[in-house]
């Protein structure tokens, strides 16, 4: 089992940057996926981006891409959102999460993670 614990949100302008992290313990960090995913009030939670064990594989929904950059640093059990250029329509809950799969994979489906963290709010108003 791992456990996670997410840092980094607030309240920014729009136009403005936020960088988020992910601190794992428990386990191996770096035999493993992750990803991050968010929820908005009201919404369902949805796939953000995510980073395969060695960090050299990515993949982001369209919505974020060009404008976040997911990230990880093995020697730290941490992984990193980079949000830039945020917009209104990215205010939700942030949540990191971490796969049981022990391969080299990218997942974009919430089923194919198996550890999450507690969330952090991201606020950018009008």
């Given at each position: 089992q791992v456990q996670l614990a997410e840092s980094g949100g607030?309240?920014?302008?729009?136009?403005?940057?936020?960088?988020?992290?992910?601190?794992?313990?428990g386990r191996t960090f770096s035999?493993?996926?992750?990803?991050?995913?968010r929820q908005a009030p009201g919404k369902e939670r949805e796939f953000v981006a995510a980073?395969?064990?060695?960090?050299?594989?990515?993949?982001?929904?369209?919505?974020?891409?060009?404008?976040?950059?997911?990230?990880?640093?093995?020697a730290k059990n941490t992984m990193y959102l980079q949000m830039n250029s945020l917009k209104p329509?990215?205010?939700?809950?942030?949540?990191?999460?971490?796969?049981?799969?022990?391969?080299t994979r990218t997942y974009v489906r919430a089923n194919d993670y198996h550890n999450w963290?507690?969330?952090?709010?991201?606020?950018?108003p009008q």
């Open positions: 607030g309240l920014v302008q729009a136009g403005g940057s936020l960088r988020l992290s992910c601190v794992a313990s035999s493993y996926p992750m990803g991050w995913f980073i395969g064990w060695s960090g050299g594989s990515t993949i982001y929904a369209d919505s974020v891409k060009g404008r976040f950059t997911i990230s990880r640093d093995n329509e990215d205010t939700a809950v942030y949540y990191c999460a971490a796969s049981n799969y022990p391969n963290g507690q969330g952090t709010q991201v606020t950018s």
